[in-house]
């Protein structure tokens, strides 16, 4: 298995599950943007978005997909829901929430009040953004009241795919309406000996935020 990844980006969901299972990958550190710092990276995905996964002849693109391909091949009952656990249909709804309605938010918000030109740079754009994922985020304050974790009483996926959308919000200050329990809860992710793993493994990299 092979991992193209950047520091902080969406790449950091499969990097944990990878740390989290404890399975054998090779890691390709690169600068971001790829398609611009790492030669020859859109003949290997020619989105140019990272991450990129390969698996003998399998390449996957999207970070939650990915972490639900690697508990599903290779480690269901250590980080992962059967299909036939009661909470199968909450566990893929927090997984897929995490990229569609808690990720995709951020990433309009750092376009629009970092990364474009500055006559492009969109104030209004960045303040109702803003507000959205902290509306949608609420929804993490309140499955965290009765649980540590997001479903069925333990640590999965998950946990994984929507502790990175927290752990994104956090490194770009866009954390200052989280609720007691989401900020608890981002805490002991981030202590885990997975995620601290990951990070260890980016470390050289240049930081993009």
């Known amino acids: 298995m092979k991992l193209y990844h950047c520091r902080d980006s969406r790449s950091v969901r499969p990097l944990w599950a990878l ?23 859109l003949d290997i ?4 978005t990272v ?23 290779y480690g ?6 059967s299909i036939e656990h009661p909470e199968y249909g909450d566990y893929l709804n927090w997984i897929h929430r ?18 474009e030109k500055p006559e492009r740079l969109q104030p209004q754009v960045v303040e109702d953004y803003k507000k959205w994922l902290s509306s949608r985020l609420s929804s993490v304050e309140v499955a965290l009241e009765t649980s540590d974790y997001l479903c069925a009483g333990k640590f999965t ?20 309406n989280f609720g007691p329990h989401t900020r608890d809860y981002l805490k ?5 000996v997975g995620f601290k793993s990951a990070m260890n493994q980016q470390e050289d ?4 935020f």
């Open 19 to 41: 740390e989290e299972l404890q399975l054998d990958y090779e890691l390709i550190n690169m600068e971001f943007p790829p398609r611009y710092n790492h030669a020859g990276y």
């Open 98 to 115: 995490s990229d569609t309605t808690f990720t995709f938010p951020q990433a309009l918000i750092l376009r629009y009040d970092r990364y």
């Open 76 to 81: 269901t009952s250590e980080i992962g829901l």
């Open 157 to 176: 996926i998950a946990d994984i795919c929507v502790g990175y959308a927290l752990f994104l919000a956090h490194k770009t200050d866009n954390d200052k």
């Open 45 to 48: 995905n020619p989105l140019g």
């Open 205 to 208: 990299l240049t930081p993009i």
């Open 188 to 192: 002991r992710l981030m202590a885990r």
């Open 51 to 73: 991450p990129t996964f390969i698996d003998r002849n399998l390449v996957m693109t999207e970070s939650a997909a990915i972490c639900q391909y690697l508990v599903d091949k």
